[in-house]
């Protein structure tokens, strides 16, 4: 085979499905660019996590049938998942936030003494 034909026939078997793809995918792409805003709506108006949050890959389940392994895809369980994290950060964030408050208490309570013992000092030192 010529080296020519071989340089033609590679060339058509990577521009081929390109040029052949992209009409439909911009055609596609025009069609349905206004749906992520509607997804987006639906998301708020149930309550769901945003997509960005919630991740449906938790909520695989694996079956075992005969050796043979598939899994499903489960949203319930996969929200669920998400709920709980969510909790748990929550509660993360409130112990922090508790332990934030007795150290900020326990620092005022030092500048009270601090500022008690100026006072009885500047007292001593006026009398």
């Known amino acids: 085979m010529k080296k020519e034909n071989l340089i033609t026939a590679f060339g058509a078997i990577l521009l081929m499905p390109p040029l052949f793809c992209f ?44 050796g043979n392994v598939f899994f499903a895809m489960n949203c319930e369980l996969a929200l669920k998942k998400t709920q709980v994290e969510a909790q748990d950060s929550i509660c993360l964030i409130n112990m922090r936030l508790e332990e934030k408050k007795w150290e900020l208490a326990n620092s005022c309570l030092i500048l009270v003494k601090r500022l008690m013992e100026l006072h009885k000092a500047l007292k001593a030192v006026q009398a």
Not at 32 to 59: N, T
């Open 23 to 66: 009409p439909f995918e911009y055609w596609t792409y025009k069609s349905m660019r206004g749906y992520s805003v509607y997804a987006e709506k639906i998301f708020l108006a149930y309550g769901f996590p945003k997509p960005d949050v919630f991740d449906a890959r938790k909520g695989i389940t694996f079956f075992e049938n005969n």
